[in-house]
């Protein structure tokens, strides 16, 4: 419901946001510095600022929604690993742009054309299919908003959505555009093919000295040895903050009383509704289903498809309305009710399942409510935790020190790389959020004070670089087996490609495949089923069959095998012009090149709109408000 109160951000403006990652940023760069700005002001489009207040809150609430998706918390640094802060701004900036041009336009909506946009929005309706108060008022507590507020926010959104619609609105497919993509996605070929046996087909010889010292000095950057870096790690995970809580008994039986419901499942009952105008409506749909009419034929007569009186499992509470919730809950399984004059409807009603409610004893969920106290006692000492910490740091304690004093978790890894592995190619730190700490320590130095992580449970890491150990080359000798093994492999290679291309030569003269695929190691010849490009057919890779829609019938052509350690060799036997496309496919067609034409229309409106207003983007205050200044 709330993805559906952003519009603004899921409608077709978002449609703009990822070329803008690459327009905005690429015209006018985020490194760029300009002055002028007062603190606490990020960007600004024309004359309209973007507030670090407006782009932290956009950023934490994308977070959030991330992290619900993802069934788990995701970090501000993950946030900004994946470029969210730079969608975030590209966002607030292009709609900054098109809420510029809507006001030199003289756009504007009044409160009540507000608010009754809010009425009919299916994102405030409740079963009953009418506008639910408590459902509006539930998504402004979430959004920590006002009515007032949210109305400001909803015509920005709604002139925004109004001023593209017009502007898209007249994108049109034209007919030879949708001819030319049905003919492109549904051409088939056919095709022999053979896949070289490499091991058969061409004899290596062992290579000599000279050879193994070219490839050694042709591909030095394989052979060296990673950086590696000695850390000192405090770790504070909320996690193994629990395990140090003492939780009485006392309070567990405490918190199961105070929240007993919470740990109950309600019954709940799939039910399917059709409303009707009036009752004298209903009462007549009621005397057909006695005439034994179903209930889905009912609600078709009705004008009502079976998507819509489907309400799905729901509780008790869940039904804003007391009369239906009453009678709902009343019906027997598969039984039809009479005809209920609800509040906002009249309406009949069918129960199809019903699951008892399951109510759930202390015993039950003992060890649940011990966690659930645990975890909050953690994270209520969380920040004493962090306070001392840094009260200790500052004082001039090493982590391990710390560590000692307050009982903490504390690692010393002797060495790691990149990519979290010891010189062994063992896992160098064994906490959930490792790779994480170890970016940060690679973007460090020896001696310097780093700013903690945050742990994906909430915690948090602090480091240490104590030592670097630079990459370097290792000697020919000391890797002299793994360079012969390079040779080998790449003039195997080699001598394939000759092969294959001396083939393909012979096969576009005239010579059978059979024939050729003798000298290719007793290559077995296949026909591939009919194939178009967006297929994968047993036998060719990838790029042979990009290939393979260059060539004429009797054509041949080669490519590497989907692993690469052959190829293949193919001759074209069919080719089948597409068909006319049918209803669907020409829909399907039409509302992906629309898109496709949505987008770029779009993203030239809003570029365009930037140039001529102008864009600055204050570095220091963004580094600020990303937390990217700490890095």
Same mark, same amino acid.
């Given at each position: ?68 998706? $993802? ?8 946030? #900004? ?60 507590? #979430? ?8 109305? /400001? ?75 590696? #870096? ?44 059709? $409303? ?179 742990? #994906? ?66 290559? /077995? ?107």
């Amino acid at each position: 419901m709330l993805d559906a109160l952003r519009r603004g951000s899921t409608g077709w403006v978002a449609k703009i946001l990822f070329a803008l990652l690459v327009f905005s940023f690429a015209i006018w760069g985020i490194a760029d510095v300009f002055t002028g700005f007062g603190r606490g002001s990020l960007a600004k489009v024309g004359s309209r600022e973007i507030r670090v207040e407006d782009f932290q809150r956009a950023f934490q609430n994308e977070i959030a929604i991330i992290s619900r998706q $993802a069934g788990q918390r995701i970090t501000a640094e993950q946030a #900004r690993a994946a470029g969210l802060d730079n969608r975030i701004l590209a966002q607030l900036m292009a709609w900054a742009a098109v809420e510029s041009h809507a006001e030199d336009l003289g756009l504007t909506l009044s409160d009540d054309t507000i608010i009754d946009a809010l009425k009919n929005d299916p994102a405030f309706k409740g079963p009953d299919d009418r506008f639910s108060r408590f459902a509006f008022e539930n998504i402004l507590n #979430r959004m920590g908003l006002n009515e007032r507020g949210f109305v /400001k926010l909803r015509r920005r959104d709604e002139l925004r959505e109004q001023l593209t619609s017009a502007l898209i609105n007249g994108v049109a497919v034209p007919d030879t555009l949708i001819t030319l993509t049905n003919d492109w996605r549904e051409e088939k070929r056919s095709s022999e093919f053979f896949i070289i046996d490499a091991d058969k087909a061409v004899t290596v010889p062992e290579p000599d000295e000279a050879m193994l010292k070219a490839t050694y000095d042709a591909n030095k950057g394989r052979f060296v040895t990673p950086e590696l #870096r000695k850390l000192a790690i405090l770790a504070v995970s909320v996690d193994n903050l629990m395990k140090r809580m003492d939780v009485p008994d006392a309070e567990v039986v405490a918190a199961y009383e105070d929240s007993k419901k919470d740990y109950d499942t309600p019954e709940r009952r799939r039910l399917q509704q059709i $409303a009707f105008k009036d009752k004298a409506a209903a009462e007549a749909a009621k005397a057909a289903l006695a005439a034994g009419k179903s209930f889905g034929e009912v609600a078709k007569d009705a004008g009502a498809q079976d998507s819509d009186i489907d309400l799905g499992l729901v509780t008790r509470a869940s039904l804003i309305d007391p009369r239906i919730a009453e009678v709902a809950f009343s019906l027997d399984r598969d039984a039809v009710s009479d005809v209920v004059e609800g509040r906002f409807a009249t309406v009949l009603l069918r129960v199809t399942d019903i699951q008892p409610a399951v109510t759930r004893t202390l015993e039950d969920v003992k060890d649940e409510v011990h966690d659930k106290l645990a975890r909050q006692k953690a994270e209520a000492q969380l920040q004493t935790i962090l306070d001392q910490v840094e009260e200790n740091r500052a004082a001039g304690k090493t982590l391990k020190e710390i560590a000692e004093l307050l009982q903490l978790e504390f690692l010393e890894i002797p060495s790691t790389d990149r990519f979290n592995k010891t010189k062994d190619g063992q896992p160098a730190i064994s906490l959930p959020d490792a790779l994480a700490i170890i970016r940060a320590a690679f973007d460090s130095e020896v001696g310097l004070e780093n700013e903690p992580i945050e742990l #994906r449970d909430g915690g948090f890491a602090w480091f240490d670089v104590l030592d670097v150990t630079a990459k370097k080359q290792k000697p020919f000798e000391e890797v002299k087996d793994e360079v012969k093994q390079l040779a080998i492999t790449n003039e195997r290679a080699r001598l394939v490609s000759e092969l294959a291309a001396k083939l393909v030569e012979r096969a576009n003269k005239g010579e059978p495949l059979a024939a050729l695929a003798k000298e290719a190691g007793d290559a /077995k010849v296949e026909t591939t089923p009919p194939f178009t490009r967006s297929t994968d057919p047993h036998g060719l890779s990838k790029g042979a069959v990009a290939k393979a829609f260059t060539l004429r019938v009797g054509e041949a052509a080669s490519a590497p095998t989907t692993n690469t350690n052959s190829r293949i060799v193919f001759k074209m036997t069919e080719i089948t012009p597409a068909p006319a496309p049918t209803k669907e496919q020409r829909e399907r067609i039409t509302r992906d090149l629309r898109a496709s034409l949505v987008d770029e229309v779009l993203s030239e409106y809003v570029v365009d709109l930037q140039r001529r207003l102008g864009t600055q983007i204050n570095e220091a205050e963004y580094r600020r408000a990303t937390g990217a200044e700490t890095e």
